[in-house]
């Protein structure tokens, strides 16, 4: 195609989008509505895969070590657990420390405490152990048990992840993730289909003008190419009103949510990753979305 041609057909699309004013508005609001509720639920389905991450991230391993374990068995069981390849830290926490946190979490109820301290504190030493995926929690868990195997004192005397509590977490996680996958994919098929019809609309009401070029002569090329452009401008328009509109909605939350920090219990997805995963697929959608809806439209009007 030569470029005076081209340049033709992007004129000739421009001006279509111009000149069928009310259809286009139609069109681009069409768009930009159904990419709005889209984006809304991928920002959303964003920050609810965040929160089942941060609340996974919370699982944790405690190891418990038999009362009266010496230092140095302590230093050696700590050196292996770090070993472990799916350890991510190691942190050792005393009896003093146990018992420490133990007063804090009775809060009021610590009196109950009372009289337990150095010489008769009764909680064993420890060590908290935080691993690279939550998924491998129970792996890691395993293995630190069997360094007793090896061990003729056995000097470990718990290992405690909350099983069954870590394994329905992480069923409501993937289920938390799986109905937002389904809710995004669900409205995203249900915007193809409105935008598609919304631009068919359009065409349909030029159908005359597409029959009258197809008598005279102009090849189904030249008279495609024009409403291909028109296809691919309206999308880009509607999606870019979208893209933008939403992620300027979405920093205005983040702004208002770290102002009040008491109103979320975790941080949501920064601007900056939220950008282009959720601002390029609007765009990209919509323009692709444009651009066939507008293919498949004229098609039925070039069989004259």
């Known amino acids: 195609m030569r470029f005076s041609t081209f340049s033709r057909h ?24 159904s990419l ?13 895969n965040r929160f089942a991450d941060q609340v996974e991230s919370q699982a944790q391993i405690r190891v418990f070590l038999e009362l009266d374990t010496p230092e140095e068995k302590i230093a050696g069981i700590e050196r292996q657990i770090k070993l472990i390849p799916e350890v991510k830290s190691v942190v050792f926490v005393s009896k003093h420390d146990a018992l420490e946190r133990l007063r804090e979490t009775l809060g009021e109820n610590a009196d ?13 030493d420890g060590f908290d152990v935080d691993v690279f995926e939550p998924r491998q929690i129970s792996i890691a868990a395993e293995k630190i048990k069997a360094l007793n195997d090896t061990d003729p004192d056995r000097s470990i005397m ?15 996680t993937n289920g938390i993730r799986n109905i937002g996958l389904v809710i995004v994919l669900g409205l995203a098929v249900t915007a193809m289909f409105l935008i598609s019809t919304s631009i068919r609309m359009t065409i349909y009401a030029r159908r005359r003008e597409i029959a009258i070029m197809k008598l005279v002569g102009a090849t189904n090329g030249f008279i495609r190419w024009p409403f291909f452009v028109e296809g691919a401008l309206t999308g880009l328009i509607g999606s870019l009103i979208t893209a933008a509109g939403l992620l300027a909605g979405y920093a205005q939350v983040i702004r208002s949510t770290r102002l009040d920090l008491g109103l979320m219990m ?3 997805v920064p601007l900056e ?8 697929t609007i765009v990209g959608l919509g323009t692709l979305i444009g651009i066939f809806g507008s293919i498949l439209s004229v098609r039925k009007y070039l069989r004259v």
């Open 112 to 124: 109950v405490l009372d009289g337990y301290e150095a010489e008769n504190n009764p909680l064993p």
């Open 36 to 48: 709005f509720i889209l984006g809304v639920f991928m920002l959303l389905t964003l920050n609810v």
């Open 10 to 33: 992007i004129r000739e699309g421009t001006k279509s989008i111009i000149r069928n004013g009310w259809m286009s508005f139609a069109s681009i609001s069409s768009i930009a509505v």
């Open 158 to 172: 718990r290992v405690r992840y909350g099983e069954e509590t870590v394994k329905q977490l992480f069923r409501i």
């Open 273 to 280: 990753e939220a950008f282009w995963p959720v601002g390029g």
């Open 266 to 268: 975790f941080d949501l």
